[in-house]
């Protein structure tokens, strides 16, 4: 069985621009939530979507925003990029929503210059 | 809200040795408590979980432990092998419910040979 699938792995961007990250969860998995990992403030939830509703939200600027799909795929943006947002954006999966194991992807990297 | 102390933050133990990791949580209706695994490069990965109503469980050469009292749990790893050497993060779950987890900053654990 796949694991979760983030695209793309590595990215720069500059200051000023947008970026889109993608996640495809495990097959089955209905419940995707995103987390930001830095060094400094470690890792730190960003959403959890479920059946295509946001069911939760982190404490972060309206910069960030996300959506998932009818087939649970799930996207998230970051408009008017800082370079403070450079850090590694981890998807997780689960097969249901509440409280249970995680499926983390690789993350998507994310350099702001 | 809550918050999610860890310590050491860093451990190194010789291989066969034992390696424990402890955490606190503030948020009294936390009531799951998983411990991941980082290995570089590499999303987290699930190794143990407990909720609130148990106060110990095991798997092979890992345990964790729960005082609910005293709001802490901590994570045991005996017979430790190189591949053991990875970031371990605790974390708690401050709803009660769904997948805003809360993580500790994290142990950097080194099982020298």
């Known amino acids: 069985k796949a694991g979760v699938t983030q695209t793309p792995r ?6 000023g621009q947008q970026v889109t990250l993608s996640c495809s969860p495990i097959s089955g998995h209905r ?7 830095t060094p400094g403030q470690g890792l730190q939830f960003l ?9 939760n939200k982190g404490n972060f600027p309206g910069r960030f925003s996300g959506r998932q799909f009818s087939n649970s795929r799930s996207e998230m943006n970051v408009s008017t990029l800082e370079l403070g947002d450079s850090a590694l954006y981890l998807c997780a999966s689960s097969l249901r ?3 249970g194991e995680l499926f983390f992807g690789e993350g998507s990297r994310l350099t702001v210059l | 809200g809550e918050n999610v102390e860890q310590h050491p933050s ?6 066969g040795d034992s390696a424990v990791i402890k955490c606190t949580y503030s948020d009294s209706a936390s009531n799951y408590f998983p411990w991941y695994k980082q290995e570089l490069g590499k999303g987290p990965q699930l190794i143990i979980d407990i909720r609130s109503n148990v106060g110990e469980k095991k798997d092979q050469r890992i345990a964790v432990t729960l005082n609910k009292t005293a709001k802490h749990f901590s994570l045991h ?5 190189p591949e053991d050497s990875a970031v ?11 997948q805003n987890f ?4 994290g142990t950097r654990l080194s099982v020298l040979p």
Request: glycine share 8%; with cysteine.
């Open chain 1, 10 to 15: 590595y990215l720069i961007k500059t200051r």
């Open chain 1, 31 to 37: 419940s995707v939530s995103w987390y930001q990992q």
């Open chain 1, 47 to 55: 959403f959890e979507y479920f059946s295509e509703t946001q069911r």
């Open chain 1, 97 to 99: 929503q509440g409280t």
């Open chain 2, 10 to 15: 860093t451990l190194s133990v010789q291989e």
């Open chain 2, 77 to 81: 790893i005996t017979e430790t092998q």
């Open chain 2, 88 to 98: 371990y993060f605790c974390a708690a779950n401050p709803s009660g419910y769904g």
């Open chain 2, 102 to 105: 809360v993580f500790g900053p």
